[in-house]
Nanobody
């Protein structure tokens, strides 16, 4: 199986910065797409940013220019630098990773982290 451990959440004042990290471990042959999602109180989980195995990135419009997603395939880690944070960024942030477990795997399996709280006070 695969375990995802997130870190880096916390409380910050508006305008501040945080860096989220996610470390994957377990039976991993290849890591595919990776992403950060978030869920604010009373709202649906939304996709924040993705990064493919070829390092192509996508950002939801509300974070474009403020957040930066990156990955280290040698370490199987996913990071996201968040700057100019606002109260609207307050949410639980989830790491999402697609992996193949062996060279014989035909498909990727989906895995989620436990979530890390980000609270931005205005």
């Amino acid at each position: 199986q695969v375990q995802l451990v997130e870190s880096g959440g916390g409380s910050v004042q508006a305008g501040g910065s945080l860096r989220l990290s996610c470390a994957a471990s377990g039976t991993i042959f290849k890591v595919g797409n990776m992403a950060w999602w978030r869920q604010a109180p009373g709202k649906q989980r939304e996709l924040v940013a993705t990064i493919t195995d070829t390092k192509q990135t996508y950002y939801v419009a509300s974070v474009k220019g403020r957040f930066s997603i990156s990955r280290d395939d040698a370490k199987a880690t996913l990071d996201m630098d968040m700057t100019t944070l606002s109260a609207e960024d307050t949410a639980v942030y989830y790491c999402y990773v697609r992996v193949k477990h062996s060279s014989e795997s035909l498909t990727y399996t989906d895995h989620w982290g436990q979530g890390t709280q980000v609270t931005v006070s205005s």
